[in-house]
Structure formats: structure tokens, C-alpha cells
């Protein structure tokens, strides 16, 4: 049997883009907040991001909004999923680990920052 360790975060495993353009499907993934192209193997953003604050930046995300859709992936659907997190583990928690995510990087990534992701314009 699988057991995610991710989702002993969570008090649910409802899609974090629940109500967002489809009905959810039933089954749940691991979406990486960060694509996992940014994060190199064996690099400490990697590491920060699914080590240390995996109840950040992995997320439940439902197959249809994650990999068919893919509205997961969009930066509205990051603003989204941040905006469920914000209300989750409260927006100060969350903007400190999304920005000390860029102590990780050895470029940083002016586009990953809490502002640059939340300044990002819902569609009406």
C-alpha cells in the first residue's frame, strides 16, 4: 500500500483547486508548487522544497487540475494554490518558506518569490 508522506499535513485530501474551472476527479496527486525542472536533483532547493517544507510545496492537487488540465501548472493556479495555503498555515508561515527558498538557489529567482507569485492577476 502507498502512504504519502506529504499529506500528514493536511486535515483533508481535498484538491487544493477545488472549484476552479472542472469538478475535481477522485484521485489525488503530489503537485510539486515548484516545477521540479527549477529544482535540479540533489540540490538544496530541492531538498528545502521536499524535505523540509514538503506541506508547502507538495500539495494535493486532483489528477484532472493536475496532470490533464494542467491548470495546476499555470501561474494562476500557483496563485491559487498559495492563496489555499495562506488560509491553511497562515499567510506569515507561508510567505517565510516560499522566500527562504531563494537562500537555496545559487542564482536567485526573482519570479518564485511570495510576491511575485501573488502579484500575479486573477482571470474575472
Known sequence: ???NMYRK???HDDCLLEGYRHKCSPIIDDHHLINKA???KGSSARYYCEYVHPEI???PIC???NSVSKLADTKVG???IVMRL???FGIGYVKEVI???QDEFKVPKPELTFKAIMSIPLPE
Open 57 to 59: 510545496f507538495i500539495v
Open 78 to 80: 500557483r496563485k491559487l
Open 1 to 3: 500500500m502507498y502512504i
Open 99 to 101: 522566500n527562504g527558498l
Open 63 to 65: 489528477r484532472l487540475h
Open 38 to 40: 527549477k529544482l535540479p
Open 9 to 11: 499535513h493536511y486535515f
Open 86 to 88: 495562506n488560509e491553511i
